[in-house]
């Protein structure tokens, strides 16, 4: 029976993978041991690891890895903490194939630590294109994979273009649609009242009209996420409307964005908005599904966002080159520019859905090529 | 004035960066920040750090990363570390732009560290290929660079597929081809008698006919080294020839490797063998332009025995798919084989010169190229 | 010149050296290098860092360190991570002598650091009993010292009763003191209003009665922070006086503690409580003395209350066992018991001061003594 | 059942523990979990692992630990990276008790892995005097220890004057004494002429006399080491004994004790030395049984050499204030008063057995003291 070792360091790779880990735990020539790491583990990101083991899952090891401080030295520093660490855990268990997911540090950090112990390693969502060091890291990891499980055609083809062969490549889709498809197939769930009892900030009327702020650190940018921040929420109070802001993911930068909507918290006089740490995939479909407008930097309103048709304003070079649907305007980080473009959005309502990442299928998918493929350890450039 | 930090890590890396060292150094726009770190560091691998020295160059920091075991989970962590280790001495040195060789563990733990600090990231030997992991390194650390210094147009136009833009590839030759023809160009100087008291074993002729062997261990063969090196070792037994024996560099596996010449040494009679624990470049050199036959898996009678016209064969897998010239034989791990391969190139001799890896002035061209440059911090593919 | 290198990890440990960090700069015959590492770094923890190069001192090294989870592992691996840090950073400063505070895991990350480079070892608060692991390792740290300022006269005796020389023990008396000190005698300024303005929750008026709260977890009672801090403000709301309450330290633990808090002040009526990150020394020295009463579990209560003379109550095991004073009540975590010890301080109101921990001077006596000793660095127990 | 988990770094601390592992794993309410890491792995220290495994023992877990260099620094970082990967392996285990032995900087490691993760600690060794870093790290270690099993009764009396509770502390003699004892009881057996086939020179007899050289750098005394073991080895020379000269342990200078050696065996003619790596203590104890002299800094002259009754020579500060018996003659570093002192040695011949350091049967009572004791997690000095 095939060992498949998956490694999941945050809220947002837990949904990117989700299905696919019901699907690889599900078939019987395969045995999944899933790895918890980095925020993931951590009460101030939410405790993922906790609705981890209430979706069913067991994880067969907890590896904290992050450096406190998220510098872009401590990000560093947690990458070379995480190889550590990993590195021993994979000691452990041995795996036959780990499947590492997205661009994160925690998927470099995997990666390095499968590559170098001669693990065969399989790659979730790569060949896609964004801005900051993700992209970097997106291809490097590329580099490194024996198979490929891109999300989107050009994303496929990119691979290919880079050097890897043909024969290792499966457009499958991306897992996370999987669960957004049955999300939506499931609909008609509201997803509050019950929700404003968890974060801070007042109660507010789901069937009125609102906005979802997410909006996460550039790396390479760092430095900036402060104004950033202040920029977009500046924006949305002017426009009066309630809002839901999510507070950023663990990176380089993340405490300037925390400091941020902090202050602005603080010191501003804005009653109709409220905080939360995260939210499931299942509780961010369903208030996308209801949103008037996702304002930020996330990939959630291209990707989910398309599928969902929700409409979406996306602030600056994060998302820069990622395929994208007619739901999205894409602004600079000016308040102005940014209250302009929620207007038009607010003006235009829903869009039809664009299943341009996926049909729904992408964890089977995945979990059948991981039982049956045969992939070669020595890697060797195509050209 | 642009400060250009270099990690140097293992005396194969002092040598492919050395001459580019030295034009950094004497450029009044540059100031040079020389680290030196890992095998470099030990007294069991020579102490490359005093020969650094002795050439003019004061290091800025010293950095320990070896985690002793040399399996792969200690090269994982020994990436990490390095990785932990190098970016407290980026935040320390401030680097406008950091360069690094090759494709050791070392040069992958330098890479991450720049990339998550922000730092331009310039890269020498990209684009080539070979077996092992470090196939994956190298290419993993293109997709990182900023800047690439390809020694070869087969690597230029490789970096170019990857998807990195044109404008950032120089075609600058290999710097270790600079020594290598200035050692030509001052020929005539015999690298013994002095050479034979260091080392073990007995002293021989120069003038008479000898080979050179300097096998490495495989890291996608982790297990075999001691197998394979025996192998060659028998081979060259059975030839009666004196051998010059070189001790591996440090890398998963390399244990191996040692404990079969430790064993051969012990238990053979083998008097005509002298074994060594590494050459600067400069008596290598001298010894390659007199050796009868160069015979392992170093990639030095591939690229420096081109521009030399050493007879060399070259076993096993590791150099697989580099470019070569005529001068090379290519055999499996089978002493017959081997033995076979050798005495074709004594009947040949020596072969005319190959300037396939440079002409000698890529040291300059790199450091004018760092002068100048206006490296792009974002990176983005090109397609 | 000597150089006297010393590392600040926390809020607390900066107010429990500064004035022999100023008295160190001030001699002629002393350099000081001053680290800053762990949570004095964070922007979470208040950024002491930043107060700390407003009072005039420039770091020469900074120190991320902590791995983040807050968990008995994790605090594990951060003394192992600072461990690993501390010991490049000595080797680049070359420290005559490395003088360290108190019994925290940066102490002990920078005590083994110093001890294994062979660089003389000088203690600050050693020979004093507490609970939690610091009681181990305070006194490991003293097997380690080579030079002992200890704060009070117990603890001088306990030191010599271990094994140490008393020719190497200086009683010094405590250098928070020296700030308490200077504070009460320029006493009468006003801590706020401007101090409202901070932290979150309403204003209150300092002329009327309140209290002050500030407990920390028991690394030994892992996992009962939550239930800790619950009962002492619940305690607190029952009398229903307004309250100053205070964040945890970063220990094994303090996300729990947090936690507590959190949830209290999400869930309960309590708008006469106002949340605060730390406080500069000054601050809450001249809080505590216009406070009603001091809870918690905080030395701060017995040490620098001891020479303020405010009312405390102390809560729980972490205190047990140092010497205190006539301000003290302790009591268990039970929010009746806690709640009939603060009536009874206020029945009884101020104390007069008792200079049990020192009388302002120590600063200028450790300096001294650092700038004369001639440690002797083989160690060996008295008997 | 009781997990109790042992972690062996090094061949010296495998034969101070043996005897309690075989009687921990005898035992039906104990269960062992023997952790294998640092030296103990390593080819180049004799692969002690393999050794434990052909005893029968099933490691749980193996550490790596030695970070490359063998300087001050890297010894520290060692320890720290010790820490960090001890603490994952206590989190995977969950052991119920840790056992430690002894002072070596896996020891420290292994001990602060144990107590910030609260788990209960017992020592071996403690209380013993000696000269290097050794000294303070085994005080250290008992301030951090729950059970204190000294080898003998000065150093039972020492750990209570510490501070610790009598109760704690139980005097069960050396379990390096049972391996010795039980060797000594099955006397006659010849170590060679198999034991010559190992290590590098001739074979001798070992009817006649010979001596045995085993010295260890002095932490304290970095950079002396070479200088140190050449005057024992021309003292040695000059007396023109046979001699069995051991590889020293790993420690911040061994490199340089070993490049002593390794000049020596190069660039002298000594043909009746032999070199090895490292014995079992088998081997050991009956080669010190017809040892004429045993010379150098190991503890092994002075602790086993009592119960053996064997001539030795202490050569340097090393064991400085070690009780010791009748068979110990104490020199300093130079190679005149070495070689007087072995003649002297030579006269005089065997001593009579001394056992100060057990009667052989320190592991049983270990194991029933684990087995049996109620660890008080807090610790309070009793002073």
Chains 1, 2, 3, 4 share one sequence.
Request: glycine residues 8%; aromatic residues 6%; proline residues 5%.
């Amino acid at each position: 029976m095939r060992k498949i070792c998956v490694v999941v360091g945050s809220r947002a790779n837990y949904s990117s993978i989700k299905s696919a880990l019901a699907a690889i735990k599900a078939r019987p020539d395969l045995e999944l041991q899933l790895v918890v790491g980095a925020s993931a583990l951590l009460d101030r990101y939410g405790s993922v690891v906790n609705v981890i083991k209430k979706d069913g899952f067991s994880p067969s090891a907890s590896v904290y890895m992050l450096v406190e401080g998220e510098t872009p030295t401590t990000m560093a520093k947690s990458t070379g903490l995480g190889l550590m660490e990993l590195s021993s855990v994979f000691d452990n268990l041995k795996p036959d194939i780990v499947l590492t997911v997205g661009d994160r540090f925690e998927t470099m950090a995997t990666t390095l630590a499968a590559a170098y112990m001669n693990i065969p390693l399989a790659h979730t969502m790569g060949g896609e294109v964004s801005g900051t060091i993700d992209e970097s890291i997106r291809h490097a990891v590329t580099k490194f994979s024996h198979i490929h499980f891109p999300a989107c055609q050009d994303a496929a083809d990119r691979i290919v273009r880079m050097g890897e062969r043909r024969e290792d490549v499966f457009l499958v889709g991306c897992p996370r649609i999987d669960l957004v498809a049955e999300i939506v197939r499931n609909d008609g769930k509201d997803p509050g009242p019950e929700l404003f009892k968890e974060g801070v900030g007042g109660t507010f009327d789901l069937a009125k009209p609102f906005v979802i702020v997410s909006q996460h650190p550039v790396t390479t940018e760092y430095g900036e996420g402060e104004r950033q921040i202040n920029e977009t929420l500046k924006a949305v109070q002017e426009l009066g409307l309630p809002a839901i802001v999510l507070w950023p993911n663990a990176d380089a930068g993340s405490e300037d964005v925390a400091r941020g909507i902090r202050k602005f918290r603080e010191h501003e006089d804005a009653a109709q908005f409220h905080y939360f740490k995260n939210f499931p995939l299942e509780t961010y479909v369903r208030l996308m599904a209801r949103a008037a407008c996702v304002i930020g930097n996330s990939s959630a309103s291209i990707r989910e966002g398309a599928y969902v048709g929700v409409p979406a304003v996306n602030v600056g070079s994060r998302q820069q080159g990622r395929q994208r649907g007619k739901n999205v305007i894409d602004v600079d980080h000016q308040r102005g520019a940014i209250a302009e473009a929620v207007n038009k959005q607010l003006e235009h309502g829903r869009y039809p859905p664009e299943p341009i990442y996926g049909d729904g299928k992408a964890g089977e998918r995945i979990a059948k090529v991981l039982a049956e493929c045969r992939p070669q350890l020595q890697k060797r450039i195509t050209y």
